[in-house]
């Protein structure tokens, strides 16, 4: 190779050499300390740490309170033989609306909105496991929408239930003290979903209920009545004579 072809590959090697280093350059000083942003994960923990958490009101009754009845009048002091809420399972029914094999998407996004709102946890869509030509379901077709809420949320969810909801109900006299099970769990069954302060009737397009289950471990029906009486269920009275 001549001199001037070697002249020409060192100057046009040159740039090429030098690029690449002021690109680091300039990525280093958009990376360094003082132009550095904090990342969205940094951001909510400082916005998270706003102090320490706050149990729910009916948990510290529960364990405050009711805890200690529990020892005096069952002779249950042990901690982990004490009945106690599990989860709380709220379930509304779709299957009566049924067109064909579909459900029409007003009333689908209605009921999942109306859980959504009500427990503050996303719903899962329920598909019928058997066909009943009775009732026009086929095996595979979406049929309810369903809620599993436990710790914080099931605490709170059950305050609402208790000090908000039932006293709205239209002609109220108490909640039956008889739908318990064998191992405690109560069912209980609302007919409106306007009686929950969060939903807004007026925009409703069609009224409907829900069964709500509370489910219980270590318990049976009398332990558990006890427990929700504590809490404040409000069961029926019996009729006086």
Known sequence: ???????????????EG???????GKDAKRGG???AKKSPVQHEAA???????VPPRLQVQYDQSVRAK????FGLKNPMAQPRI???VVNVNMGRHLEGAKIPPHVRG???DTINKVTGQKPVVLKAKKSVSNFKVREGLETAAMV?????RMWHFLDRLINLATPRIKDFRGLPDKAFDKQGNYAMGLTEQGVFPEINMAEAQFTHGMNINVCFRNSNPKLSKFVLEQLGMPFRKPDQK
């Open 1 to 15: 190779m001549s001199k001037e072809d070697q002249n020409k590959q060192q100057k046009g090697g040159k740039p």
């Open 18 to 24: 030098k690029g690449p280093a002021k690109e680091g």
């Open 33 to 35: 300390p003082g132009g």
């Open 47 to 53: 916005e998270a740490d706003s102090g320490p958490r």
């Open 70 to 73: 529990l020892g005096e009048q």
């Open 86 to 88: 599990d989860k709380i």
């Open 110 to 112: 209605q009921v999942l």
């Open 148 to 152: 599993t809420m436990r710790r914080d």
